[in-house]
């Protein structure tokens, strides 16, 4: 199969004013549309030892259009769109695109300074002083012309500053670091590392029924070497006479490292999208209008909205069984469905919401310092369906954030429909405060009671008779 790439890595460079260059990145655009899977016939002659009066039967399969490994990066905007087969007669459903892997790559640059000696030294001199300055330090005054800091070259910087810092007690040293980082973050804001531009990228698949082995969010990372004294000031260029200083060498200082760009995936306008795993460590991912299956997730860090639609999320079911089953006479689709295989685990970064639109309010923007933090922000933006198996869970919640604690918002009516019950307590969500969260302003509960059966097992013993418990938000006969 054939592999794609679109874009590049982006390359940095310092530039001949010392400055951190972008690099020459021009963005551009391709499109992936109008491939519609064909039902290939094939005959069969069955095997009678008769030429003349042969049987025949007719088989066949869909004939899909297939990529193998497609790669992605924030310079390229990818649209892929009206892949879809108009009618599956009686042959069931079929994607009409398959894409081996999907990798939405961003760039991070880490940049790693390097400072003159004599400039570092000057730094240093400054921060003793601060220490000096101390009302009631506890300790005597360190005396700056006994330190010897003309002396201090790039073979044994490292070693002065470390001996310098051992004779510090606790408040000294603090002192001497608030001066001394101050200034080498002063040092190298001079290569304007914060002035570069990010590029963001949006992907979009909208109106296709689209297969890809995985998803994958990640992150490449451009490294380079700088010297801040290449960093053209107003100042250069005036003579300096005999009293240049000799130099003693450059030292490299704590590398910086900055993210150039986010890459977001947008899937939309009734698309059926079937995914073998996800990766969603950083980055965007939207849903709206659309069926999305997820077979396997890893840890999600990044923001995931499903806006409307259906999404499952570790789910074995595949697309052709739920386009079969939503098909039938009977079938009747809330606004939006989520569907949970198997447990998902959220970071502290994660910002998931379902059944609506994110928003920008974040959990833990209240001004009190004295105010909890929380991790993974989980809200249900509108009325949601929740569906789950409970043969997958035994103890383990459908939801855990990892961390700190993490921070439910509900703003509609959640209703739990679930499969396979047996006799105890199931946990929805793990380490989340969710305090009110289902409880309207009048007092009224909003997580409610839909479609909860029992195991084949227990029917005899507890039909389907469950209800919720508070103190776990699970359920119970």
């Known amino acids: 199969m054939t592999s794609l790439t679109f874009g590049k890595a982006q390359a940095f460079e310092q530039g001949e004013d010392g400055k951190i260059d972008d690099g020459d990145y021009h963005n551009g655009t391709v499109t992936l549309s109008d491939y519609k899977a064909d039902w290939k016939v094939e005959t069969a002659t069955s095997k009678t030892g008769t030429e003349g009066d042969a049987e025949t039967e007719k088989n066949g399969s869909w004939d899909v259009t297939k990529f193998g490994s497609v790669t992605v990066y924030n310079n390229a905007r990818l649209t892929i769109e009206n892949n879809k087969v108009a009618d599956f007669g009686d042959h069931g459903y079929t994607p009409s695109l398959s894409l081996g892997s999907l990798t939405l790559n961003s760039t991070s640059l880490k940049v790693t300074p390097s400072v003159k000696v004599a400039t570092l030294t000057g730094f240093v001199d ?18 700056i012309s006994k330190l010897g800091l003309n002396d201090w070259t790039k073979d044994n910087y490292a070693t002065k500053l470390e001996e310098l810092l051992g004779k510090m007690n606790e408040q000294q040293l603090e002192a001497f670091k608030t001066s001394y980082d101050a200034n080498i973050e002063k040092e190298t804001n001079k290569l304007a590392i914060d002035k570069i531009q990010p590029t963001n990228a949006t992907q979009t698949i909208k109106g296709s029924d689209v297969a890809i082995g995985s998803i994958t969010f990640a ?17 250069e260029g005036e003579g300096a006479g005999d009293n240049t200083p000799a130099d003693r060498g450059s030292v490299t200082v704590d590398a910086i490292t900055q993210a150039m760009g986010t890459q977001t995936l947008e899937i939309k306008n009734d698309s059926r999208v079937e995914v073998g795993s996800l990766s969603l460590g950083n980055g965007t991912l939207n849903i709206k209008g659309s069926d999305v299956i997820i077979h396997k997730t890893d840890k999600i ?25 939503d098909t039938t006479p009977t079938k009747t689709t809330p606004n939006f469905v989520l569907e949970v295989g198997a447990p998902v685990v959220f970071g502290e970064d994660a910002k998931v919401t379902f059944g609506g639109v994110a928003t920008t309010k974040t959990a ?7 105010a909890p933090k929380y991790g993974a922000q989980l809200t249900f933006a509108g009325d949601t369906t929740l569906k789950f198996d409970a043969a997958n869970f035994n103890r383990t919640a459908l939801f855990t954030a990892e961390g700190l604690k993490g921070k439910i918002t509900n703003n509609g009516k959640v209703t739990l429909d679930g499969d396979n019950l047996t006799w105890g307590a199931y946990k929805l969500f793990e380490n989340f405060e969710q305090k009110d969260a289902f409880t309207t302003a009048e007092g009224k509960e909003n997580l409610l009671v839909g479609n909860l059966t029992a195991a084949d097992a227990w029917k005899n013993q507890v039909g389907n008779n469950f209800g919720f418990i508070s103190e776990v938000r699970g359920t119970r006969p």
């Open 301 to 325: 860090n990044g923001t995931l909205t499903a806006e409307s639609g259906y999404l499952g999320l570790n789910v074995a079911t595949s697309m052709a069984d739920k386009v079969k089953a």
């Open 126 to 143: 400054i921060a003793v002083k601060a220490v000096n300055a101390l009302p009631d330090s506890g300790a005597e005054h360190i005396d």
């Open 364 to 370: 833990d923007t209240n001004p009190d310092a004295q």
């Open 219 to 235: 992150t490449v990372e451009r490294s380079i070497e700088a010297d801040t004294s290449k960093v053209v000031t107003s100042r």
